[in-house]
């Protein structure tokens, strides 16, 4: 009977050593964490570019060619012709290639 | 007073029971390990069921990569068409890709016809199952040698399409350089 009292008493010393390294530590760090502060956010005017001061644009002389001014594109465009051409070529071989490769021999 | 059972009672009977199974194993055995000796057959030669098998597998194969052609050939064809109004909006003279397309066209419509036809045949699968798998000899050699010929004829049909188009762009791209302006 003291035996199995002993044991008893044991295991609760034991688990109450556990239960205590479960819930230890400084109470701080249970604490939720700080929210971050609002954004400072002034109620004024959204800022713009910096206007750019006025100056007297010349204007075009209507004398001057209209061709004189240089078309600029945004990027360089491919020769529309060439491009075409060489699709046709392509797909033609690719057939071709198929075609030629396709194994037409069906004994095993 | 009931007597009870014990390993010596039992031996008997058990003995008797193993000895049934084993002979009835004994016979069933060659059923599931059945021979496939290769036998003749017309057109085909002599070919095993596991042939007739493989066969099938490969003439399906030539019927995808053949229906891959075909689709192709309708994008060539209308890629043609772009190439035919570029030059046409140009003031070139395009009679000659214009025919050339049309008789193309009118190839591959005969292609895909075909190839339908083709489809047929595994569609309906006579001779085998669902697994490649050959039920009736004579039937599952027909269905081969019919997808065969079917494929076959496609093959060449699509081969002198693409030659004489080819031949045919060639050939106007040669003059067309030699009226560039």
Same mark, same amino acid.
């Given at each position: 009977?003291?035996?199995?009292?002993?044991?008893?008493?044991?295991?609760?010393?034991?688990?109450?050593?556990?239960?205590?390294c479960?819930?230890?530590?400084?109470?701080?760090?249970?604490k939720?964490?700080?929210?971050?502060?609002?954004?400072?956010?002034?109620?004024?005017?959204?800022?713009?570019?910096?206007?750019?001061?006025?100056?007297?644009?010349?204007?075009?002389?209507?004398?001057?060619?209209?061709?004189?001014?240089?078309?600029?594109?945004?990027w360089?465009?491919?020769?529309?012709?060439?491009?075409?051409?060489?699709l046709?070529?392509?797909?033609?071989?690719?057939?071709?290639?198929?075609?030629?490769? +396709?194994?037409?021999?069906?004994k095993? | 007073?009931?007597?009870?059972?014990?390993?010596?009672?039992?031996i008997?009977?058990?003995?008797?029971?193993?000895?049934?199974?084993?002979?009835?194993?004994?016979?069933?055995?060659?059923?599931?390990?059945?021979?496939?000796?290769?036998?003749?057959?017309?057109?085909?030669?002599?070919?095993?069921?596991?042939?007739?098998?493989?066969?099938?597998?490969?003439?399906?194969?030539?019927?995808?990569?053949?229906?891959?052609?075909?689709?192709?050939?309708?994008?060539?064809?209308?890629?043609?068409?772009?190439?035919?109004?570029?030059?046409?909006?140009?003031?070139?003279?395009?009679?000659?890709?214009?025919?050339?397309?049309?008789?193309?066209?009118?190839?591959?419509?005969?292609?895909?016809?075909?190839r339908?036809?083709?489809?047929?045949?595994?569609?309906?699968?006579?001779?085998?199952?669902?697994?490649?798998?050959?039920?009736d000899?004579?039937?599952?050699?027909?269905?081969?040698l019919?997808?065969?010929?079917?494929?076959?004829? +496609?093959?060449?049909?699509?081969?002198?399409?693409?030659?004489?188009?080819?031949?045919?762009?060639?050939?106007?791209?040669?003059?067309?350089?030699?009226?560039?302006?």
């Amino acid at each position: 009977m003291l035996r199995n009292l002993a044991f008893l008493a044991f295991f609760l010393t034991g688990w109450l050593c556990l239960a205590a390294c479960g819930s230890g530590g400084s109470t701080d760090d249970a604490k939720s964490a700080v929210t971050l502060p609002a954004p400072q956010v002034r109620v004024e005017l959204l800022p713009t570019a910096t206007p750019a001061p006025e100056t007297s644009t010349p204007q075009p002389e209507a004398s001057e060619s209209p061709t004189a001014a240089p078309q600029v594109q945004a990027w360089p465009t491919l020769d529309e012709e060439q491009y075409l051409l060489n699709l046709i070529d392509g797909m033609i071989e690719k057939i071709e290639r198929r075609l030629n490769n +396709t194994d037409t021999e069906i004994k095993p | 007073m009931p007597k009870t059972l014990n390993f010596k009672t039992l031996i008997g009977p058990l003995v008797a029971l193993l000895m049934v199974m084993t002979m009835l194993l004994a016979t069933a055995t060659p059923v599931f390990a059945e021979d496939d000796p290769p036998k003749p057959i017309p057109g085909l030669g002599k070919v095993s069921n596991a042939d007739l098998t493989k066969m099938y597998q490969k003439i399906r194969a030539w019927y995808d990569s053949q229906a891959i052609v075909i689709r192709d050939s309708y994008e060539l064809a209308a890629q043609f068409q772009t190439v035919i109004d570029f030059y046409k909006k140009k003031g070139r003279d395009v009679t000659r890709l214009e025919t050339a397309l049309t008789a193309f066209y009118g190839d591959i419509n005969k292609a895909e016809a075909a190839r339908v036809y083709t489809n047929s045949f595994f569609s309906r699968n006579a001779g085998f199952n669902g697994f490649y798998v050959v039920l009736d000899r004579q039937l599952a050699a027909q269905t081969i040698l019919e997808a065969r010929t079917n494929l076959k004829g +496609t093959h060449l049909d699509l081969l002198k399409a693409i030659s004489i188009l080819k031949q045919e762009f060639h050939a106007w791209k040669r003059w067309m350089l030699g009226h560039a302006e």
